[in-house]
């Protein structure tokens, strides 16, 4: 193919202006996908960068991609100014809205900021049969992302329950990385 001279000098898109794009590409067909779509993207990404630089690598390339998400969600979606009640109430409205996942804090401690919450209904896994693994590496970058966005302290998300690995919710720890 010719050297188009209209794409000299064009830079790398960012995350930010790859979603601002988004907003008017599909006038017949729309914003949203079925989880299907969903599934097949992150299944077929997982097992590609699995076969290509180990488990290991590919989980921690989700957990990074999904730190990236969840900072840019906060940013764009989410009202850092909020008090934490407020601010978890708002996230929860927004997962639902977005079709993430229902949201719940099942513990929250104020002077160490560890806390357990659940997502259910979650797009990653629920209906996935039992694979005795947590799947939901994304997640656990996704939230620790927006926890990080919102508190300014660095969060870290663990999964420690999961619909792959038995269970109905997805359950994480979170906790900031000292």
């Known amino acids: 193919m010719e050297d188009n001279i209209f794409l000299k000098n ?6 930010t202006e790859y979603m601002e794009a988004q907003e008017n590409g599909r006038e017949n ?4 996908l ?3 779509v969903y599934r097949l993207l992150e299944y077929s990404l997982r097992e590609e960068l699995s076969s290509r630089f180990g488990k290991e690598e590919q989980i921690d390339i989700f957990r990074s991609a999904g730190y990236r998400a969840g900072t840019y969600f906060a940013e764009k979606y989410l009202s850092p100014s909020l008090e934490l009640s407020e601010f978890t109430a708002q996230l929860q409205k927004r997962l639902e809205e977005f079709k993430i996942g229902v949201l719940r804090i099942e513990k ?3 002077e160490t900021g560890k806390m357990v919450l659940t997502v259910s209904e ?3 896994c ?3 049969p ?9 997640d656990e970058g996704f939230l620790a992302g927006i926890l990080t966005s919102y508190t300014g302290k660095p969060y870290n998300a663990v999964e420690v329950n999961c619909w792959a690995t038995g269970d109905r919710v997805c359950r994480f720890r979170a906790d900031i990385d000292e």
Do not use: M, Q
């Open 10 to 15: 064009r830079k790398e898109l960012s995350l």
């Open 126 to 128: 629920s209906g996935l």
């Open 130 to 138: 039992l694979l005795g693994e947590t799947v939901c590496n994304y």
């Open 122 to 124: 979650d797009a990653d």
């Open 108 to 110: 929250f401690d104020e």
């Open 29 to 32: 067909l729309g914003a949203e």
């Open 34 to 36: 079925p989880v299907a």
